[in-house]
């Protein structure tokens, strides 16, 4: 058997997003589309773990992966207690699926495709926010062009 050279510094930090991620929980729903002859598949709820404008990583208690196109459904918490919550419609497609016993259940890649209604506006001003609110209160930014990890002791506090 040959064995297979691989140079791991190639992988390690390894990020092919181009804009900012945020570190942000946000819950979803994954709703795939039927098909006529195959089996019905159920909606699977999950929370993003990372987020960005091109797509987010989410985190479910099951391999939902498909190779198909799904529609994901993002919760945006109400900007005021009075206010309704608004729902982000996407099209996706995921791109990768990993078990993640640190995160005790699988985390799944998606790539947005196309937003529905204002959908985009909404999910760039909830960023915006996030962005701002997290400046001191230490969130970890990451995109290829700015790696930047806060000080231990100013992120916020873990549940």
């Given at each position: 058997m040959e064995a297979i050279a691989m140079n791991a510094s190639q992988w390690k930090g390894a990020d092919r997003r181009e804009c900012t991620r945020v570190r942000l929980q946000l819950r979803l729903a994954v709703v795939y589309p039927q098909h006529s002859g195959r089996p019905y598949r159920p909606i699977h709820h999950g929370k993003s773990h990372d987020i960005c404008m091109s797509g987010l990583s989410m985190i479910v208690d099951e391999n939902?992966?498909?190779?198909?196109?799904?529609?994901?459904?993002l919760a945006l918490p109400p900007l005021h207690?009075?206010?309704?919550?608004?729902?982000?419609?996407?099209?996706?497609?995921m791109t990768y699926a990993i078990r993640s016993s640190k995160l005790n259940g699988y985390k799944i890649g998606v790539a947005f495709l196309e937003f529905k209604q204002d959908g985009q506006a909404l999910l760039e001003a909830s960023l915006r926010?996030?962005?701002?609110?997290?400046?001191?209160?230490?969130?970890?930014?990451?995109?290829?062009?700015?790696?930047?990890?806060?000080?231990r002791d100013s992120q916020p506090p873990r549940c």
């Amino acid at each position: 058997m040959e064995a297979i050279a691989m140079n791991a510094s190639q992988w390690k930090g390894a990020d092919r997003r181009e804009c900012t991620r945020v570190r942000l929980q946000l819950r979803l729903a994954v709703v795939y589309p039927q098909h006529s002859g195959r089996p019905y598949r159920p909606i699977h709820h999950g929370k993003s773990h990372d987020i960005c404008m091109s797509g987010l990583s989410m985190i479910v208690d099951e391999n939902v992966f498909d190779e198909g196109k799904v529609t994901i459904l993002l919760a945006l918490p109400p900007l005021h207690p009075w206010a309704s919550q608004k729902i982000i419609t996407s099209i996706a497609r995921m791109t990768y699926a990993i078990r993640s016993s640190k995160l005790n259940g699988y985390k799944i890649g998606v790539a947005f495709l196309e937003f529905k209604q204002d959908g985009q506006a909404l999910l760039e001003a909830s960023l915006r926010r996030a962005l701002k609110k997290a400046g001191a209160a230490g969130m970890q930014i990451t995109s290829a062009r700015l790696r930047a990890r806060l000080s231990r002791d100013s992120q916020p506090p873990r549940c």
